[in-house]
């Protein structure tokens, strides 16, 4: 299929593509760290040498602001590669453990990395770059072969990374489709490694069906109601200003957007006139004059929010409220006094309304959040130590941002991901890398005939004799490493084991 933009991948194809990605994982072309390095590297080349392409692409999807397009998307996909490319040999290294106390003598235990295989990477629309390179960054530096599937309601930037791709990146080892669903459904029939998908929970819950036909391990970086609370001390021009940002950013279609605010009545007379100012301060009188300011995707999602906006039946616009359907624009928009079970309050708003919540108090506030979905990411605005506490003792999020909004996202040494609802698994820096990595657990013992007399214990006939001896080994002896014999132990094992050899041997 085609669009006026988007060449759709043909059924043959994406059979082939899956296929040839498959068998290459299969021949160890991708495994050196020679090959991941200079992948990524080349991936970087990608971003850096087509920047102003990448930001026309996105501009043209979203009506995104180059400086949007460029901290948001392509900085942010930059310094991922970067953390990679300086940590790859420490995370791809061999891990030694230390062995329990049965197997202390003649054995060796590692943790070896090992890439998962072939994988699926299915990216979203609201940021098509950076949300497809992230994920394929983890793939690479796994050692992983990848497909990965762009979003069809971005036309220009999946257009473009699919000819930016077989010209950076190794075509035989990572490899671009594109289509709309029945592409899709038919890359989720084939058999893969690893499926890592960003988007909503209810195209999750098909990729987790089509998932469990083969039981392929999943990453799903889905979404929520993630809720802010504001301390009545908080300072409000600061709190306004950062939700501002948050709220507005790619015109609230970001998964860990502020949804929705939960405030007392006293912080909300201060709060909404600083709200009001930073929205000023931001895109002026008219934020549909602001070249800063970006619009919805498309009319559906347009029409969506609108509709959300109508059919609440309380609440009342205090900021914005106003909509251009051939723009695709609507204003920044907060409506206070919405009550807890509206139109406004049951499904994730992914764009630039921001309804106001009264509580009584934070432990109201707290009673609200426990009774949703666990969300992909907690606001807290309060610098009493003592609050923010409670409110991380007492709920649960994919995440918490303590004074501000989305920054964690860009902090590759946090990983990020939600839980239950909002998603499953986690990326970033090196749990990118652990994404797409299986952990090989690998014991490797001696053929010392004296320790194969010696663990002969555990070999039929059983016998009363051997079943004390057994039980002092694994029982009274280990209790040293509490004491002072701990750093003694391995000899004591040593001899331990050579007396049971010996008493064996003297008893045949």
């Known amino acids: 299929m085609t669009t006026f933009i988007l060449q759709y991948n043909s059924e043959a194809e994406i059979n082939q593509t899956a296929l040839t990605v498959q068998q290459t994982f299969k021949s160890g072309y991708t495994r050196s760290l020679k090959f991941r390095r200079h992948q990524l590297e080349q991936l970087w080349r990608l971003i850096d040498d087509n920047t102003d392409a990448l930001c026309d692409a996105l501009y043209k999807d979203l009506r995104k602001h180059k400086y949007e397009a460029t901290l948001g998307e392509l900085i942010t996909a930059k310094e991922e590669i970067n953390d990679a490319l300086v940590h790859l040999d420490e995370w791809a290294k061999d891990e030694r453990t230390t062995p329990s106390f049965v197997n202390r003598v003649g054995t060796t235990c590692i943790k070896r990395k090992e890439p998962k295989g072939a994988v699926l990477v299915i990216a979203p629309w609201n940021y098509p770059v950076y949300l497809a390179f992230t994920p394929l960054v983890g793939a690479i530096a796994a050692g992983c072969t990848a497909v990965l599937k762009p979003s069809e309601v971005t036309p220009h930037s999946a257009k473009l990374i ?3 791709v077989p010209l950076y990146l190794d075509n035989k080892a990572f490899m671009v489709v594109n289509g709309g669903v029945p592409e899709t459904t038919q890359l989720l029939d084939h058999k893969w490694d690893h499926i890592f998908y960003t988007g909503n929970g209810t195209v999750a819950k098909i990729i987790m069906k089509a998932a469990a036909k083969h039981l392929t391990s999943l990453t799903l970086e889905l979404g929520g109601k993630s809720p802010v609370i504001i301390d009545e001390n908080a300072n409000m021009t600061v709190a306004a200003k950062r939700i501002a940002f948050g709220k507005t950013f790619n015109a609230g279609q970001t998964c860990v957007a502020p949804d929705y605010i939960l405030i007392t009545a006293k912080a909300e007379e201060k709060f909404v006139p600083a709200l009001k100012q930073a929205y000023l301060e931001m895109y002026g009188s008219d934020p ?10 498309n009319t559906r999602h347009f029409k969506r929010l609108c509709n959300i906006l109508m059919e609440n039946k309380s609440g ?12 695709l624009f609507i204003a920044p928009t907060v409506i206070a006094n919405v009550e807890r079970d509206d ?8 764009g630039p309304l921001l309804p106001l919540i009264r509580v009584t108090d934070i432990d109201d506030a707290i009673e609200y959040i426990n009774s949703k979905d666990e969300p992909l990411v907690l606001y807290i605005f309060s610098t009493n130590k003592k609050l923010v506490n409670k409110v991380l003792d007492s709920t649960r999020s994919g995440g918490v941002l303590v004074n501000d909004t989305l920054m964690h996202v860009s902090e590759s040494s946090l990983p990020f991901g939600g839980t239950g609802p909002s998603g499953m698994g986690s990326y970033h820096g090196k749990s990118s890398f652990d994404a797409f990595t299986h952990v090989r657990s690998t014991m490797i013992k001696g053929l010392s005939p004296v320790m194969e007399s010696a663990m002969g214990l555990r070999y039929a006939p059983y016998t009363p004799r051997n079943l004390s001896v057994a039980k002092m080994l694994l029982e009274t002896i280990p209790q040293f490493k509490r004491g002072f014999l701990r750093k003694y132990i391995k000899w004591i094992v040593v001899v331990l084991l050579f007396g049971v050899h010996y008493a064996r041997n003297s008893r045949l």
């Open 343 to 350: 139109k406004l309050m049951e499904e994730e708003i992914f």
């Open 162 to 164: 699919a000819e930016l």
């Open 316 to 327: 009342d616009v205090v900021i914005g409220g106003q909509a251009d359907e051939n723009d």
């Open 288 to 297: 549909q004059a602001s070249k800063d300011y970006a619009r919805i995707v």
